[in-house]
């Protein structure tokens, strides 16, 4: 797969009545829609299918699996995914639809792909103020995972042109609605810590935040010293790792050892537990599955985990980080 020419012409549709059936139609076929929200153009993919979220990955070129806002159009739609805080609660009623997205915890029972929320316990979520974007997830009815539509490194789009020209063919439809309004990403709040966390300053103005929420504290001016140095700004995050010991490129497995394959593997024999990324050694199928397979092979019993060697090529490149972090202790 080319990494980043998006030389074909890509396919884009007006967000009229059949624009938007098409994209709808589209989303829940598991594809990938770009589409106008009042910050940014966002790539949509179904946030319940693993594959439809690998893709937006592939799609942008991610070197790292960063969490994913989940779109929707109403509160309602977040039902059996999400906990409600208080805290969640009160930024909602003041500030949704808009450009605020609330970091929440997952419900346990959530159907949710983990790779949106990249393994961890938590995922966010956002109500966008768009007539173009309720419509859309309004009549597919899913909750739809949406970072910015462009590839990875390059600014955000803010009109169909950009996304055209960032992505071209590689998203399936570009729903056109115009510029957007605001032109910077969403504000990113964590209400899940108290006191919560302002992780991204974005459309929504802080000042206007702590109006309502006056021990927000913002650790954006921390990153450096967090986690991660020279981090994005998912890089505040503790990603999740899995509880059990990792070793990478494994070639054989002890008797004790979980094993997480990649490709054909009847020639590695033993282990405690198995499991297979991707038997046809499909990259997008092995990112789809990495943190699901990653938290039963966590519950399985073994001792610690062993991957087989994953190529450092197209979503390979954010496999391998996600497992090099888990190694560090
Ligand atoms: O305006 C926007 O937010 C646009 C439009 C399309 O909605 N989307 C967007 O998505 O900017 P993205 O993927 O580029 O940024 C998502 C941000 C990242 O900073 C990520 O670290 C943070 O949200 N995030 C997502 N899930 C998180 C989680 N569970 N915990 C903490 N931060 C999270
Ligand atoms: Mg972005």
Redesign the pocket.
Known sequence: MPESTATAQPLMKQADTAGLAEAARLLCEGKLVAFP?E????LGGNALDDKAVAAIFACKGRPQF????V?VDHMQRLHGHVVWNDTAKLLAAHFWPG?L?L?VERSMDSALSYLV??G?S???V?I?AHTVAQALLSQCGIPVA????NASGML?PTTPLHVAESLGSKVDLILMGGKTTVGV??T?V?TTTTPPRL??H??LPYEKIVGILPDLIDMTAQTADEANPGA???M??SHYAPRLPLRMNATQVEASEALLAFGPDHFIRGGYTRLNLSKEGDLNEAAANLFAMLHTLDKSGAASIAVCPIPETGLGMAINDRLRRATIR
């Open positions: 929200t910050t940014v153009y966002g960063n969490p994913l806002i779109h450009a997205t970091v929320s990249a961890l938590t995922v966010a956002r966008p949406a970072p910015s539509a955000s990403e969403s990113v964590d992780l991204r974005g459309g994005s700004p998912g505040l995050l």
